[in-house]
C-alpha cells in the first residue's frame, strides 16, 4: 500500500501525492519535461505544475553544460536557425531559444 500525503492548498479535488511521486518529481524536476513528468506519473501536466510549485520546484530544463550554451551561441551567430541548433545539439527548440535570448 501507498504511503499518501495530502500536498494541496484546500481546493484540491484531485488524488493526493504519495512520497514515491514527489520523490520522482523532486528528482526529475528540470530533467524531464512537464509532459514528460505527466505521463510518467499519470496525472495531468496542471497536477505536476501545482505540486511543484507548491513543493518549491523549477521544472524549467537547464543546459548541463556551459560548453553546450557557448556552442549553440556560435551556430546561432553564424546564421543557423533555432531548428537546426536544436536538432544538431539534441536540445528541445525552448531550450535553444532560452540559451540564446535568455542566457539560461
Known amino acids: 500500500m501507498q504511503d499518501y500525503l495530502e500536498v494541496s492548498m484546500g481546493?484540491?479535488?484531485?488524488?493526493?501525492?504519495?512520497?514515491?511521486?514527489?520523490r520522482i518529481l523532486e528528482q526529475s524536476a528540470g530533467?524531464?519535461?512537464?509532459?514528460?513528468?505527466?505521463l510518467q506519473l499519470g496525472r495531468s501536466k496542471q497536477s505536476v505544475q501545482n505540486c511543484a510549485i507548491r513543493q518549491g520546484l523549477s521544472l524549467r530544463i537547464r543546459v548541463g553544460n556551459e560548453d553546450d550554451a557557448y556552442l549553440c551561441r556560435e551556430l546561432y551567430k553564424e546564421g543557423l536557425n533555432i531548428s537546426v541548433i536544436a536538432e544538431k545539439m539534441e536540445m528541445s527548440r525552448s531550450q535553444v531559444f532560452n540559451i540564446i535570448y535568455r542566457g539560461n
Open 11 to 22: 481546493w484540491s479535488t484531485g488524488r493526493a501525492w504519495s512520497r514515491e511521486e514527489l
Open 31 to 38: 530533467k524531464v519535461s512537464v509532459s514528460g513528468l505527466a
